[in-house]
């Protein structure tokens, strides 16, 4: 079965700019978390939704939001980007238990210049 | 959530079996213990997790040792492409839906 699908795969930004990021899931998988990568943070989760609904959050400024679509598709948003916004940006699914493994994608390589 | 330590970094042989330690001293009881692994620039990738029993499956053996505060992953035969970053992660069984990612092991298989 395919993969979750993250788009784009890379991405350039301007300062105070915004950027949307797309994530499809695993077909059936209605749970999408999102985690932002960087060499000095390390990974470190956004945010989870399950059925449109975000259900956990976290420690991140009010600029990162995100949605989940009926389709089990979701979104991030980043508003007036920051340089130190640069990073990999990671999409996972799974099924709609807490103990199930999460298949991550392959992520968005996100500039901001 | 339980913190976990691991080991900055460690080489195997090829061929040979990679064991990499985590300590979680401070788990719980509702908590498992799961291993993700990610090679450089791709999405982390899930390998295997357990509660209490060791577990194993096509890519890895874990074993949890019987105070659980500590586990081994086991890869059976290193191979070039198992060099990765290792991370070791204590999740609770309730609603936490969310992967605690520590720093890892990189591990790095050598020919």
């Known amino acids: 079965k395919a993969g979750v699908t993250q788009t784009p795969r890379y991405l350039i930004k301007t300062r105070g700019q915004q950027v949307t990021l797309s994530c499809s899931p695993i077909?059936?998988?209605?749970?999408v978390s999102w985690y932002q990568q960087t060499p000095g943070q390390g990974l470190q989760f956004l945010f989870e939704?399950?059925?449109?609904?975000?259900?956990n959050k976290g420690n991140f400024p009010g600029r990162f939001s995100g949605r989940q679509f009926s389709n089990s598709r979701s979104e991030m948003n980043v508003s007036t980007l920051e340089l130190g916004d640069s990073a990999l940006y990671l999409c996972?699914?799974?099924?709609?238990?807490?103990?199930?493994?999460?298949?991550f994608g392959q992520g968005t390589r996100l500039t901001v210049v | 959530d339980a913190k976990t330590t691991q080991p900055p970094s460690m080489d195997c042989a090829e061929g040979r079996a990679a064991n990499l330690p985590c300590n979680h001293s401070?788990?719980?009881?509702?908590?498992?213990v799961y291993w993700y692994r990610q090679i450089h620039s791709q999405g982390p990738q899930y390998i295997i997790h357990g509660l209490k029993n060791n577990e194993t499956n096509e890519m890895a053996s874990l074993i949890i040792t019987e105070d659980r505060k500590s586990s081994t992953l086991i890869l059976p035969h290193a191979t070039l492409r198992d060099t990765a970053v290792y991370y070791c992660i204590v999740r609770s069984r309730s609603n936490d839906y969310k992967l605690s990612f520590g720093a890892g092991t990189t591990v790095t298989v050598r020919a």
């Open positions: 996972a699914s799974s099924l709609d238990t807490a103990n199930t493994e999460a298949f």
């Open positions: 939704y399950f059925s449109e609904t975000q259900r």
């Open positions: 077909s059936g998988h209605r749970s």
């Open positions: 401070t788990i719980s009881g509702n908590e498992y």
